[in-house]
């Protein structure tokens, strides 16, 4: 068993924080061993990366708070520029220092002032031989925000000349991060994903109350054996077992099996849970509508997902248009007098059309034809005729705001407009009918 | 509105009479709109107080400890009559407000092109709204918000709190008032009017940092989706979309909406106005072949009553019966002269004796008292003609292959333009109503007399009665058909018991032709009966209504005005004011006949006549040499001796300033592949 041990901190803390993290013992021993004491300086940049819920925020967290190091975390999709970043960085400093309970604001727009504040705040506070960390959770938002935000972050030991620490936690790899000017490499950390036993083992670990530990591992167990195929979220996972406990229960509570009936509680589930994964896991309905199903024990048949209204009634001169966009999108220009042309020449035949036309166009993806053509194609198509009035137009334009037509190319605009159909073939058969 | 019209023609009172129509109509369009909406409404609002109900409890159960929190989301489906949201949302919020929660941002997809300007909209609808709420008494609180430049969910999150904590503090009697009507912390509700149009990322990235603060601050979404709900996964991605808690709410379908507005509105004989058959058709047209939108409809039919008004002297007795007797007492000469020259009043004068005839024309207070008479007439048409076109309704919707139309308009519309007893669908309907079987033709039957009984004219009384007696009489068949059932039971039990098979087969032949000859004699007698019964019903009402006198006061038939209005053609008037200037600009000098080229004409004219005649590029040079042919035509002769080389600089200006404005215009524009051509943009003639 790899014990958690370290001679900067009692025993007892280090062994409560093993109990919470599971299956994570290395990543955190290894942690620690960079940490090192209080005071020591430590790596100025650790980043740290892996999977979604592999617990990378969980660790961290859960680290930083039994240990009580002092740290700011911040989540870089929630302060989107580098002026909230920076500004709440500063704001969860002066908290953490300071009891006052009062923050006064602080302008910040660089990463210049941004400096001469962090001193100011570290210096005022009584921590100072001691290392701060800041965590930058999504740190892959950081890409998107000024160029000098990244690298300077990856210093911020070496430009502010203090004990600090920055932990950037992403789910992408540290190549994809890296600038093109030289900057300083942070020490990477990989976190694996859980693997089944790892899964088994945390979501066994919080059982409710009222039943067996050994129960809820059974329970759990069944829940993988549907489940792992297409789901390793451990979140995801456990929002369904919780979602689907009480079902599995039910039996018990009617008293038809104990809790050592396995099989007869496995046969009981097993098709919800399967029922479970076509609706509520890919959200066709909602969770709600889901227990609210399972308690009035009626058949989940009954209510509709999402995707069963698939159906969009359109006027009849948008369905039109949406037809003719189509075929100008997956025909090719040349066809079009053959196709929409009453005394049309004849077809001629030759190998080189045929070849070609055995890759279908439909895996090519639709094509952009400019505004004329999907008129002319559309006048072709309507039997009566049809006058180029302004509704017609803003027939197009609505089409595009629904996103059904999409526009290609911005530039000029005025002359020429360039459509693209992105609407699906079976979409186009059911308007077509 | 009065102008060009004198002043005897009432112009003053048609305004007023426009007026309050108009206002009535409006009222009770949205009267329906409300009830539309109501069962929608409620349960959205059912839904969210449910959403809202989990956030209050805060129960420390285990299952709520392990479920992820999951941010309450509504999918509104609206169809795609897009412009008729903003009318249902505005309403919604204000349902909303109302009874549920002041804390409500609307958000557009066209102020939120990034996650920044999201926020701050929001941020900016939430705390005015607070202001909305509480007096004005703590404006410095509202101007430090406004102050604040930081727009994160951080400081909504303490916004909100200290919002809360502030109502929580208030004196008891003013919480008591808010906690009736608004829960203790209501949620704060979050519209996406047009989900479409919402880049992916700042969707997404609003709803994972609002997932994250989903403990303190109790957020609700609302979608609003022009197309189908599958647009939800196609915009955000499984990890995001996991985050949401969604529930499928379906608007009514616009169709149906359309149906209850032309029910409520055209068919009654509340409002005195009517359409005519042709305009019905524009109206609908444009409904049903171009946007779906109710609303537009509802224009269209406010620019009709407005129009009518305008343009029709008479309109002014287009109003309540007796408002209209005592109007026609009042009308001047000039309006009696209007009357005389009507089509209709002219075919009712024809159709009289000749000393008649003379009184009519001549004497303006015989001429009122025959308009009164007529027009009490055409008021009667029009109660009558709505239960009968009702009845007939009932009737042919059940019908196979819906010969006469399923809606109820395209029945009014077909009795609107030619008697319809004439028409070949009105046969092949009939002959299906007498193959109906007995019990549909007594249900039918029922819902005629209730339709007939809860119309206001008496005159239905008659009718009434006979339609009761044939329910009577067809409950007498009934009964006899039940001795006639026991009958043949018995001899089918006689049946049984022969076992000889050709006695068996010559009953069987018996037995059948008995039954046969039954039928023709009772049921189906009173079937013809009841058809021949309606078909004089509908001969009798369902005339068309320009063969009524006076019909041309309350029915606006002027179909090209409102499609001219309505359906814009923007190419053709641009190629008409082009080609013939003549008809825009009324100048005498321009009449042309066609063909030629006037120099007179605006040098952008002959600059397009003369590129009309080019192919897809055009040479300038050659160009500029035809349009000074052109413009020097006239002067020919005395300046030939200038222009034989040299153009001249005005005409040259001229040329260019021309040329650019059609540019500008979209018809050519500069080409790269020549040098001095330019490309035609379009093809044909427009």
């Known amino acids: 068993m790899p014990n958690l041990e370290h001679p900067a901190y009692p025993a007892a803390t280090l062994l409560h924080l093993e109990g919470l993290v599971p299956c994570r013992e290395s990543q955190v021993s290894m942690l620690l061993s960079i940490f090192g004491e209080r005071q020591q300086f430590s790596f100025p940049s650790i ?45 969860q400093l002066q908290n953490c220092s300071s009891e006052k309970g009062q923050t006064s604001r602080v302008p910040c727009d660089n990463f210049n002032d941004f400096i001469r504040l962090f001193k100011q705040a570290v210096a005022s506070r009584e921590l100072q031989d001691q290392t701060l960390y800041i965590v930058l959770d999504r740190a892959e938002q950081l890409r998107e925000m000024e160029t000098n935000i990244l690298p300077a972050f990856l210093r911020l030991q070496e430009l502010t000349d203090r004990n600090v620490t920055v932990v950037l936690l992403s789910e992408i790899v540290w190549e994809l991060f890296r600038p093109n000017t030289g900057c300083f490499e942070p020490f990477t950390l990989y976190f694996p994903d859980y693997s089944i036993g790892h899964l088994q083992k945390i979501l066994s670990q919080n059982h409710p109350p009222e039943y067996s530990a050994d129960f809820y591992a059974a329970y759990i167990n069944i829940l993988l054996g549907v489940f ?54 890919l959200r066709e309905i909602s969770s709600s509508q889901w227990e609210r199903v399972q308690h009035d024990d009626g058949e989940p048949g009954q209510l509709k997902g999402l995707s069963a209204h698939t159906h969009v009634e359109l006027p009849y001169y948008s369905k039109f248009l949406l037809i003719a966009a189509y075929l100008a999108s997956y025909n090719p220009v040349r066809t079009d007098k053959r196709f929409f042309l009453k005394h049309h020449g004849k077809i001629r035949k030759t190998n080189f059309m045929k070849k070609h036309e055995k890759t279908s166009n439909h895996l090519l993806g639709p094509k952009p034809f400019p505004l004329d053509r999907l008129l002319a194609i559309l006048y072709s198509i309507v039997d009566n005729r049809v006058a180029p009035t302004a509704n017609i137009f803003s027939q197009i334009t609505s089409l595009v705001t629904l996103q059904l037509l999409s526009m290609v190319g911005h530039n000029d605009q005025l002359d020429g407009p360039r459509y693209k159909c992105t609407v699906s073939l079976d979409f186009i058969r059911a308007v077509a009918r | 509105f009065g102008e060009g019209n004198n002043a005897s023609e009432d112009t003053e009172l048609r305004f007023a009479t426009c007026q309050s129509l108009w206002s009535q109509i409006k009222l009770e369009t949205e009267q329906i709109q409300e009830n539309l909406n109501k069962q929608l409404f409620d349960n959205l609002i059912s839904f969210l107080r449910q959403s809202h109900s989990e956030f209050q409890e805060k129960t420390t159960e285990w299952t709520y400890q392990m479920k992820s929190r999951e941010i309450p989301t509504a999918a509104l489906v609206l169809g795609v009559n897009v412009t008729d949201h903003d009318l249902t949302f ?113 969707l997404q990235d609003f709803i994972v940092i609002s997932s994250q603060h989903i403990h303190e601050l109790p957020l609700v979404l609302i979608f609003g989706i022009a197309t189908s709900p599958m647009i939800i996964h196609s915009l955000l991605p499984h990890s995001v979309s996991s985050l949401l808690c969604i529930e499928l709410f379906q608007s009514l379908s616009c169709k149906e909406h359309l149906s209850t507005i032309i029910d409520k509105l055209l068919l009654t004989t509340q409002f005195p106005f009517k359409l005519g058959e042709k305009v019905l058709q524009v109206l609908i047209n444009i409904f049903l072949y ?27 007795l287009c109003c309540q019966l007796a408002d209209a007797k005592k109007r026609v007492n009042s009308l001047s000469h000039e309006q009696c002269e209007n009357v005389r020259r009507l089509p209709s009043f002219r075919r009712y004068v024809e159709s009289q004796v000749s000393e008649k005839q003379i009184a009519l024309l001549t004497e303006d207070n015989f001429l009122k008292e025959v308009i009164q008479k007529l027009l009490e007439d055409l008021h009667f048409y029009n109660e009558n003609y709505v239960s009968v076109l009702r009845c007939l309704h009932v009737f042919t919707s059940s019908l196979p292959k819906y010969p006469l ?118 049921f189906e007698m009173l079937r013809f009966e009841v058809v021949d019964y309606i078909d004089s019903l509908v001969r009798n009402y369902l005339v068309p209504a320009d063969h009524k006198t006076l019909h041309e006061i309350m029915y606006f038939n002027t179909a090209s005005v409102l499609r001219g209005h309505l359906n814009a053609a923007p190419r053709i008037a641009l190629h008409t004011a082009l080609n013939n200037p003549y008809c825009y600009l009324k100048n005498q000098a321009l009449k042309s006949d066609g063909g030629s080229m006037s120099n007179k004409a605006p040098d952008i004219c002959i600059v397009y006549k003369l590129h009309l005649e080019c192919g897809r590029l055009i040479n300038l040079v050659d160009w500029l040499e035809a349009f000074s042919t052109v413009v020097m035509a006239v002067e020919g002769p005395n300046a030939d001796a200038a222009s034989s080389d040299q153009v001249d600089d005005t005409i040259h200006a001229r040329f260019i300033r021309a040329v650019s404005e059609l540019e500008l215009l979209g018809f050519i524009k500069p080409s790269k592949q020549k040098t001095d051509h330019v490309a035609r943009l379009t093809w044909g003639g427009c």
Not at chain 1, 73 to 89: A, G, H, M, P, Q
Not at chain 2, 129 to 142: A, N, Q, W
Not at chain 2, 452 to 476: A, I, R, W
């Open chain 1, 228 to 281: 792992y195929m297409v789901c390793r979220d451990l979140k995801e996972l456990q929002h369904l077992a919780a979602l689907n406990f009480s079902k599995y229960c039910e039996p018990v509570v009617r008293g038809e099996a104990n809790e050592r009936d396995t099989r007869k509680l496995w046969k009981n589930i097993e098709p919800h849970l399967k029922k479970a994964m076509q609706t509520v896991y």
């Open chain 2, 405 to 522: 139309g399923k809606q109820i308009r395209e029945l009014h519309c077909a009795c609107l333009e030619h008697e319809v007893w004439e028409t070949e669908e009105y046969e092949s309907s009939l002959q299906l109503v007498r193959m109906l079987n007995k019990s549909d033709l007594v249900t039918i039957l029922q819902q005629c007399v209730e339709i007939l009984g809860s119309s206001s004219g008496n005159e239905f009384d008659k009718t009434v009665e006979k339609l009761k007696e044939f329910l009577t009489q067809f409950q007498k068949l009934e009964a006899e058909a039940f001795q006639e059932r026991d009958v043949s039971v018995s001899s089918q039990k006689e049946l049984q018991k022969k076992t000889d098979l050709y006695h068996l087969q010559k009953t069987l032949l018996e037995l059948k032709e008995s039954r046969r000859s039954k039928k023709l004699t009772k």
């Open chain 1, 47 to 91: 980043f740290i990366y892996g999977h979604t819920s592999s617990g990378k925020t969980y660790v961290m967290q859960t680290l930083l708070n039994t240990l009580q190091l002092p740290h700011v975390f911040v989540n870089c999709v929630e302060y989107f520029t580098s002026r909230l970043l920076l500004e709440e960085i500063l704001i």
């Open chain 2, 90 to 202: 505005r309403s919604l919020s204000e349902i909303l407000q109302n009874n549920f929660t002041p804390y409500i941002a609307l958000l557009e997809a066209k102020d939120c092109p990034g996650i920044k300007n999201l926020m701050q909209k929001l941020m900016r609808q939430l705390m005015n709204c607070y202001v909305d709420v509480d007096s004005l008494e703590d404006e410095d609180y509202v101007q430090v918000s406004q102050n604040r430049i930081r727009c994160s969910m951080t400081s909504i999150i303490n916004w909100y709190e200290s919002v809360t904590k502030k109502t929580d503090s208030e004196t008891p009697s003013k919480k008591r008032t808010s906690s009736s009507r608004h829960c203790q912390s209501p949620p704060v509700v979050v519209i996406f009017k047009d989900m479409e149009s919402f880049t992916t990322k700042v």
């Open chain 2, 290 to 316: 171009h946007d779906f939108s109710v609303q537009n409809f509802i224009k269209g039919f406010q620019l009709c009553i407005v129009e009518h008004f305008y343009s029709q002297p008479l309109s002014v």
